[in-house]
């Protein structure tokens, strides 16, 4: 446990011994890594005016109705109220379209923490299920469906 605990230490220390040559290296692989990987298409940015319209457009009569009309009950708009706070702590009011060599470290930190936020969002989503799971998608288009 303790050998674990060394080696942690001691691969923090080499963060603060690096040079800066080292670090601006270190940032130029993490940027391509982060642009060459294709399983994080997922969004980067995520802004707070975006995220207030999906919260009122739930909370206002038609998203209410609609909810109502669908599952049964009122939509408390759990999900939006999510996205909107955490855009309000990660995101911002304008896109970001800086490349991404431009970024610093904490920015380069944040598009990781929305896109993982997304692609958590999609698991979860694909993990509840669709009809896909009960029906079967049909493989040839049918003649004369509405006809017996």
């Not at 009011?93 to 991404?100: Q, R």
């Not at 930190?109 to 958590?120: C, D, P, S």
Request: charged fraction near 35%.
């Amino acid at each position: 446990m303790s050998d674990n605990n060394d080696k942690e230490l001691e691969e923090v220390w080499k963060l603060f011994q690096d040079s800066p040559e080292e670090i601006q290296q270190r940032r130029k692989t993490l940027t391509k890594a982060i642009h060459d990987d294709k399983t994080l298409d997922y969004p980067s940015t995520v802004k707070v005016t975006t995220a207030l319209d999906e919260v009122l457009e739930c909370f206002a009569l038609g998203g209410q109705l609609r909810h109502y009309y669908r599952y049964g009950t009122y939509d408390v708009c759990e999900r939006q109220r999510e996205k909107f706070w955490f855009a309000v702590k990660h995101g911002g009011f304008t896109d970001n379209n800086k490349p991404d060599d431009q970024l610093t470290e904490k920015e380069l930190n944040t598009r990781l923490k929305i896109q993982e936020f997304f692609r958590k969002r999609v698991l979860e989503d694909k993990a509840a299920g669709s009809s896909e799971d009960i029906w079967d998608q049909r493989k040839e288009l049918l003649s004369n469906p509405f006809r017996k």
